[in-house]
């Protein structure tokens, strides 16, 4: 949540700043025209350096992300389903992206869905993928 955020004042502020430049550049062709013309060409490299570099930061931040969302998905957690009337258990390996609700895919494929009366526990394993 606070990446999203992050990335919004991110934005923000790239356009901010691409939008001072146009202003500053508005006002240097107001000016007499040997002043515009020392200016320019420094004024719109500028504002396409910043623009790019804004665009990299946002597509380097939104790739790091979603490596960290897959990443997450990847890991390996230990499901024990408890029967609440017999208290029998049962162990279950499966991803995290594959955990819902109140069924579950394990590792070696199995759809598992829990009944009213089981109850599941989830816990990190120490193994990666």
Same mark, same amino acid.
């Given at each position: 949540?606070?990446?999203?955020?992050l990335?919004?004042?991110?934005?923000?502020?790239?356009?901010?700043?691409?939008?001072?430049?146009?202003?500053?550049?508005?006002?240097?062709?107001?000016?007499?025209?040997? +002043? @515009?013309?020392?200016?320019?060409? *420094?004024?719109?490299?500028?504002?396409?350096?910043?623009?790019?570099?804004?665009? %990299? =930061?946002?597509v380097?931040?939104?790739?790091?992300?979603?490596?960290?969302?897959?990443?997450?998905?990847?890991?390996?957690?230990?499901?024990?389903?408890?029967?609440?009337?017999?208290?029998?258990?049962?162990?279950? +390996? @499966?991803?995290?992206?594959?955990? *819902?609700?109140?069924?579950?895919?394990?590792?070696?494929?199995?759809?598992?869905? %829990? =009944?009213?009366?089981?109850?599941?526990?989830?816990?990190?394993?120490?193994e990666?993928?």
């Amino acid at each position: 949540m606070l990446t999203k955020i992050l990335i919004l004042l991110l934005v923000i502020a790239g356009v901010y700043s691409v939008g001072r430049l146009h202003a500053r550049s508005a006002e240097v062709a107001a000016a007499p025209q040997r +002043r @515009a013309l020392e200016h320019q060409p *420094h004024s719109s490299r500028s504002a396409r350096t910043m623009a790019l570099l804004a665009l %990299l =930061a946002i597509v380097s931040m939104g790739g790091f992300m979603g490596y960290n969302r897959w990443a997450e998905g990847q890991e390996i957690h230990l499901i024990r389903v408890i029967n609440s009337q017999s208290g029998e258990h049962t162990l279950y +390996r @499966a991803k995290r992206k594959d955990i *819902h609700h109140r069924d579950f895919l394990t590792l070696d494929g199995r759809q598992i869905r %829990l =009944a009213d009366l089981e109850r599941m526990e989830i816990e990190p394993t120490s193994e990666g993928l």
